[in-house]
């Protein structure tokens, strides 16, 4: 089981910065492998923001929407995930999800498919005003 509780999110205005975080607490011998952070605007579907490999690598993906903006980083020691993001935009408006996966064998991208994620944090409000 892995149980995960964000943090972080708030309202700013266009141009500003926010760093969210996600606390994930992991038990059992199935723990994942793969993390992300996730969107989900008003009105529309969950969409991957951006998404971290659990090994030595640490390899990143991003949504172009995210690029250059957005950082995705781990703290292994405090099992903690963060997503710094900078310059926000008006359309980053979104409540934002922390979410784990195990994978066997699949790409840990910003294309796996949001609903074969296992584990998902309640979701942080971030609102950006122009």
């Known amino acids: 089981q892995v149980q995960l509780v964000e943090s972080g999110g708030g309202s700013v205005q266009a141009g500003g910065s926010l760093r969210l975080s996600c606390a994930a607490s992991q038990t059992g011998p199935r723990e994942a492998n793969c993390m992300g952070w996730s969107r989900q605007s008003p009105g529309q579907e969950r969409v991957g923001t951006a998404t971290i490999e659990l090994d030595e690598f640490a390899r990143s993906t991003y949504k172009d929407s995210a690029k250059g903006r957005f950082t995705i980083s781990r703290d292994n020691a405090k099992n903690t995930l963060y997503l710094q993001m900078n310059d926000l935009k008006p359309e980053d408006t979104a409540v934002f999800f922390c979410?784990?996966?195990?994978?066997?064998?699949?790409?840990?991208?910003?294309?796996?498919?949001?609903?074969?994620?296992?584990?998902w944090g309640q979701g942080t409000k971030v609102t950006v005003s122009s």
């Open positions: 979410a784990a996966v195990h994978l066997y064998g699949g790409k840990c991208d910003t294309n796996f498919p949001q609903r074969y994620f296992d584990y």
